[in-house]
C-alpha cells in the first residue's frame, strides 16, 4: 500500500497548528522548515502564525483596555469606601475585581506581548519567506539553466506578494528595505505601490479623525468658558458635542494605535513611511541600474532611468484627480531629489521644480492661516467682551469660530515648520538643481542655468548661491547670479522709493488711530479720508517683495558689496585658471602653433573686466568697514594693486567723514545742551529765553544745511574709525610685504628654470614700484595715524612680519617719537593751566570761608586760564605722563629687537636707531635695563653713549630732586608763616603770597611727572649705572684680550702692548668718575663686594680708597657737630653759673656768653650733619678695610693692605692688628714713629667715657706686653 507522503505532511502539520498557540513556538518550527528546505510547509506556518498574531494581538489589545477599567474601577471604590465606609457591597466588587486582575495577569508571555514584538515576530517570518523565494529561484535555474529570468522573477513575485500582503500594510518602510536587499524589483514595484496606497488610505482616515478630535477639544473648551458665567451650550453645538462624544465612547473616534505599527496620532509618521517607501524604490532601482552597466545594457539602463524612475517619482510627488501627492513634504522631497541624484540628472530638476511649488503653496496657506487668525481673534475679543457684561455671542459666530480653530490647527500640522526653514531649503534644493546642472553637457547647462537664475526673485538667495557656484569654480555661472543679483538689487531700491514715504504716512496715522482708540476717540474726518487714500495709493503700486524691508534703504548695501567680492573672485580665479592654461600649452605646444596675439586679448579682455568691477565697488561704496572686507579679500588673493586701490578708498571715505563730524559734532552738542535746559526748565513749567530759542533754531537750520550724512557712521563718535585706520593701512602694507616676496620667489624660480626668459629691465621696474607703492602708503600711514599706540602697534608688526620689515619701523620712528613728544607737551600745557586753576580755586574756596574774596586780577586769571583750557585741542588719546613714558621706551625697545635680530640693519642702522633712542629717551630706568644687551653684543661705543646719557639724566633728576627739597622748605616755612599770620587776623605780604603760590604749582606739577622723576633719591640707580660703565669697560678689555688670542688678530706686539694699556687706564678712570656720583657709602661699599666677586681686586683698593675718604668726611662731620654742642653747652652752664652772680662785673661777662652762645646756635643750625652715628661710622670702617685689605693682599699692595690695619685698629684696637702693623712695617725708625703715634691715639681716646675708658686702658696693657715681648723684625730684636 503506497503512503502519500504529502497528506501525512499537511495533517502533522494541522496538528501542530492546533495543539500550539504560541506564534513564537510556530516561528522555530518556520526556521527548521528552512533549513529542511521545505519551503511550501514554511509558507503555510507563515500565513497561518499571520492570523494567530493578529488574534493574540486582538486579545492583547482586549485584555489591556479591561485591566484600565479595572484599574480605575478600583480606585473609585477606594474613594468611595473613605467617603461612605467599608460597605460589604465594596468589599464583593473589589475582590471580584482583584481576582479578574490576578486572572489577566496570569495569562502566559505571549498574550501579554506589545504590537511592537508581535510586529517584530511578523518581520522575522517575512525574512524566511522571501529568503526561501530567492532560494527556490537559484534552485530552478541550478536545474534547468533555459528558464526565463522574468519568468522565474514573476513566481518568486508571485509567492512573496501572496505571503507578505499584510505585513506589507503595517510597516511599510521595513519590508521595503527587505525587498531591495533582495533585488526582487518586480515584486518591490507592484507591492510598494499597494503598501502606499494602504498608507495613504490610513492618513485620510487619521485626517478625518483629527478633524473631529479637534472640534470635539474646541466644544469643550467652549463650554466650560460659557460655565463661568451661567451659560450652557447652545443646542445646535450641544447636539453636535454630544454626538462627537458618543464616538469616543463607542472607540469610533479612537486615537490609540489599534494595533497598527503606523502611528495614526502624528501626520509626519505616514510622511516619513512614504519617503522611506520611495527611497528604497528608488535604491532598488540604482541596483538594478548598477548591474545592467557591468553587463553593458545601455538600453535597459535608459528604461530604467528615463522611463521607470521618473514613473516611481511621479507617483509619489504627482496626485492624481481622486487623491493628493502622497509626498508633500518639501523637506522629505528634497530628500528624494538627493536620491535621485545618481540616477538621472533630470528627475533632479523635476522634484526641484516640484518642491518650489510646495515651499509656494505652504506660504499662501500660512497667508490665509493668519488672515483666518485674524478672524478669531475679532470673534474672540468680542465673546471675551460680551463675557463681561454676562452676555453671549450668536451662535453663528460660536460656529465660525470653531470652524476657524479646526482649520488653523489642521493648516499647522502641514505646515512642515518643525522641519527647518523654508528659506534654506529653497537654498538647498537650487544649491542641488545647480550641481545637477553642471554635470550636464555645456550646451544643456547654459540653457538650464539661465532659466533657473531667471526665476529666482531673491538676492540673498542669488548672493548664496553666486557664493557656491564660486566654490564649485564655475565663474560664468557666478557672473550670471551677480549680474540677476544687482539688477534685483537696482529694481526693489525702486520700490522702495516709491513706497517707503506712502508706507510710513499710513503708519503714523495708523498709530494715531489706535492711540485715539484707546482713549475712546475716534481719527478726525481728513485724516481718515487720506488714510483711505493712501491704502489705495499703496495697492495701486507694483507688488513689493515679501522678503524685502521697505522701510531698510540700506538693506543690501552689504549684500552688493559681498556679491561683487564674489564675482571679483570668480574673475581673479578665471584669470588664474587661464594662465595655467597657458602655461600648460607654452610646456607642450610648439611656440609657433601658439597665437600669442589670442593670449594678449584675452589677458586683456580678463584685466579690462576685473578692472570695472573693481571700479564699481569704489564707485559704489563708500562705508570704510565694507571696503575693508573688500581689501582683505583681495589680501588672501595677492592681488596687491586692487587691494591698495581699496584701501586709498578706505581711508579716503575715513577722511572724509571725519570732516564732516569736525564740522556737525559741535553744532549737535550745542542742539543736545541746549534741548536739554529747554526739558529741564519745562520741568519747572518755564520756557527757553527768547534768545536761547532762537540760537536753537538757527542751530538746527546749520544742521539741516550740512551735506548728507552717511547712515553706517556716528556724528558723536569721534574714534570710530579708529581702529579700522590701522586695520587698513595693516592690510596694504602687509599685500605689499608678501606680493614683493611672492615676486622675489617667482623671479627666484624663473631663473632657476628658465634663466634665458628673465628681463632685469623689467624686474628692475617692477621692484622700483614695489618702493613707491610702500614709500606712499609709509607716507599715508605718518598722515593718517595720529595715535602713537598705533604707529607703535604697527611697527611692532612690521618688525615681527615675514622678514623682519625693520626698514618699516626704522622709517616710522621719528615720527612716532615726535608726536609723542607733542603729545606730552601738550599734556603738560593742559594739566598746568589745570593746576593754576584749581590752586586759585582752592584759595577761593578759603577765602570764602573768611567771607571774602579774590582779587579782581586773580578772578580775571581764572577766565584767561579757562579760555586758554577750552582753545587747547587735545586729542582723546592724550594719557599721562607715565603712559607717554612708557611709549617712548616701548618704541625704543621695539627699535632695539628688531637692530639686534637683524645683523645687516644692526650694521647699517644701529646709529640711527641709537641717536634717536638717545634724543628723545627721558627714562633712565629704560636705558639701565638696555645697557646690558649692548655690552653682550660687544657694541662698545654704543654702549658707553647709552650709560653717558643715562648718567646725564640722573644727575638732571638729582638735581631737580634737591632743588624739590628746598622747594618743599619754602613752602611749608611760608605756610606756618600764613597759618600764624591768620590767627593774628592779618595776611601774607604779596611778594610771599605769589611765593607760596608758586611753590604750590610747582608741587602740583610735579606730581604730574613720570614715576621715575618722583624719587627721594637715586643713589640705587646711581649704582646700578656705575656697575654697568665699569663692567663695559671690563669686558672691553676682556674682549680685546680673546682678539689678540685669535686667529683674526693682526696688531703689533707693540700696537698690542698699547691698546691693553688704554684699555687699563680705561678702566680705572672709569671707576674713577663713577665714584663721583656713588656717594652713598652702603651702595660704594656694594660696588666694592661686586668688583671683590668678580676678581677685579685693582678696583676693590681704588673704590675702597674713595669709600674711605667719604666715611672720614662723615667722621669729621659728626665730629665738628659734637664740638659745637659742647660749646654750647659749656657756654649755656657758665652763663647758668654767672646767673647767681650780680656784680657788674659778673653781668658783663654773661651778656658776652650769651653773645657766644647766639652764634653757637646760629652755627648748630646751619652745620652739615652727618647722615650716621660714631657707630655706625666704625662698622663701615671696619667692612671696607676689611674688604680692601683682602684684595690690596691679592694685588701686593702692602702699603694700602698696612694702612687699611691701622684704619682699622683705630677703631677697633685688638692684639691680631697690631701683629698685622708690625709685620708690614720693616723699617725700624718708621715702626717706632707709627708705634708712638698709634700709643697717642689711643691715649687720646681715654676720656671719652668710662666705658671706652676702661676698653683703651685694657687695650694699653695688650700694647705694652706686645712691645715687651715682639720679636726682632727681618731676624733682628728691636727694643721697645
Known sequence: MEIDMASHEEEALQTFFRNVEDPSEIYKLSEKLYGMKEFQLLYECSEHAHLRIN??????????????????????????????????????????????????????????????????????FAKLVINSALDTKKQRQKENPNLSESVLDEEVAKTIQSNLAQLVYEHVAESAQLLASGHVYPTALTTWKAAQERVGLLQQNFSSEYKLLIERNTLRVLEETLAKIKTRLPAPLQKRYDELNALEASGTLNFDTKGSIVDRRSFRKYDEFTLQTALAILRCISTQIAENKELRNQDRMKELKEITAKEVIAYFISGTDEREPYMRNPFQLLELANSAFHIDMQLVLGIGAQIKARIEELHQDRVERNNLRVELQQ????????????????????????????????????????????????????????????????TTKKVNIELLIKEIEDPHLLSMLAEFAQSKVESDVVLMCGERCQSLIQEIDGLRLVRRPLQTQLDNLKSEESRLAAKHIHLDEAKAKKMEELKQEIADLPKFPEFADVYNLHQYDEMSLQIVQVMTNAILDSKVDYEKKVQHMFKTMHPESIDKKKISRDRKELEARIAELVQTCLEKFTNPDYLRKFAESMQKRGEVDITIKVGFKALKCIEGIEEQRSVRKPIEDQIAALEQEKRTLSQLKRNLEKDKEAELTKLNEQLEALP???????????????????????????????????????????????????????????????????????????????????????????????????????????????????????????????????????????LAERKKTLSKEQLAKIQEFNKELKQLDCPSYVGTANQHNAKLNQLSQILLDTVMNNLSARQEKMQPVLEMILEYTIDPTFLLSTIKTLRDAKMFPQTVSMELKCQELLLNLKETALVRIDNEKIRETLQKEKASLERKRQTLSEEDAEGLAICKLEDKCFQLLPEFSKYPNYDGLFLELAENRIRTAIAERESFKQHITSEENNLTADEISQKTQELEELVSSVTTDVMTYVTSIENGIKLAKSMRDKTEHALVVQIGLNIEEKIQAQRDLLTAYEELKEGFSKTEQQILQLSLDQS?????????????????????????????????????????????????????????????????FKVDPKQERWDDIRNLTSDEDEWQELKESLVQYLMKREGENATQKNRVVAQRRIVRSVHRNFPKSHGRRRRT
Open 55 to 124: 488574534v493574540v494581538e486582538e486579545e492583547r489589545q482586549k485584555n489591556q483596555k479591561r485591566l484600565e477599567q479595572i484599574n480605575n474601577r478600583l480606585q473609585q471604590i477606594e474613594k468611595l469606601i473613605k467617603d461612605d465606609g467599608n460597605l460589604p457591597a465594596y468589599q464583593k466588587e473589589k475582590r471580584e475585581l482583584n481576582m479578574e486582575t490576578v486572572i489577566l495577569n496570569a495569562l502566559p508571555l505571549y498574550c501579554k506581548q506589545d504590537a511592537s514584538a508581535n510586529h517584530g515576530l511578523k518581520f522575522s
Open 379 to 442: 470673534i474672540n475679543k468680542e465673546a471675551a467682551d460680551s463675557a463681561v457684561q454676562w452676555r453671549t455671542i450668536s451662535v453663528e459666530q460660536m460656529q465660525r469660530a470653531i470652524t476657524l480653530e479646526v482649520e488653523i490647527k489642521i493648516g499647522e500640522s502641514m505646515d512642515y515648520q518643525q522641519h527647518g526653514d523654508h528659506k534654506t531649503l529653497l537654498f538647498d534644493t537650487y544649491k542641488l538643481m545647480m550641481t545637477a546642472i553642471f554635470d550636464m553637457t555645456a
Open 708 to 846: 548728507q550724512w552717511p547712515h553706517f557712521a556716528r556724528s558723536q563718535d569721534v574714534a570710530q574709525y579708529h581702529e579700522l585706520k590701522l586695520d587698513m593701512l595693516k592690510i596694504m602694507l602687509y599685500t605689499l610685504i608678501d606680493g614683493e616676496n611672492d615676486y622675489d620667489a617667482k623671479i627666484k624660480q624663473q631663473r632657476f628654470e628658465n634663466p634665458n626668459s628673465i628681463n632685469e629691465k623689467r624686474i628692475a621696474a617692477d621692484k622700483a614700484r614695489f618702493r613707491v607703492d610702500l614709500e606712499n602708503v609709509l607716507n599715508l600711514t605718518k598722515q593718517t595715524l595720529l595715535d602713537p599706540d598705533q604707529l607703535i602697534n604697527l611697527s611692532r608688526d612690521m618688525s615681527n612680519y615675514k622678514n623682519h620689515r625693520s626698514d618699516i619701523a626704522f622709517s616710522l620712528a621719528s615720527d612716532i617719537y615726535s608726536k609723542i613728544r607733542n603729545l606730552e607737551e601738550g599734556r603738560f600745557q593742559r594739566d598746568l593751566i589745570r593746576m593754576q586753576i584749581q590752586i586759585l580755586e582752592e584759595e577761593k574756596a578759603e
Open 1144 to 1208: 657788674k662785673k659778673s653781668a658783663k661777662r654773661r651778656e658776652n656768653l650769651e653773645i657766644q652762645l647766639e652764634n653757637f646756635k646760629i652755627q648748630l643750625e646751619e652745620a652739615a650733619k652727618s647722615d650716621f652715628t660714631v657707630e655706625q661710622i666704625n662698622e663701615f670702617t671696619l667692612e671696607i678695610t676689611e674688604i680692601v685689605a683682602k684684595s690690596a693682599n691679592i694685588e701686593n699692595q702692602e702699603q694700602v693692605l698696612r694702612d687699611q690695619h691701622i684704619l682699622a
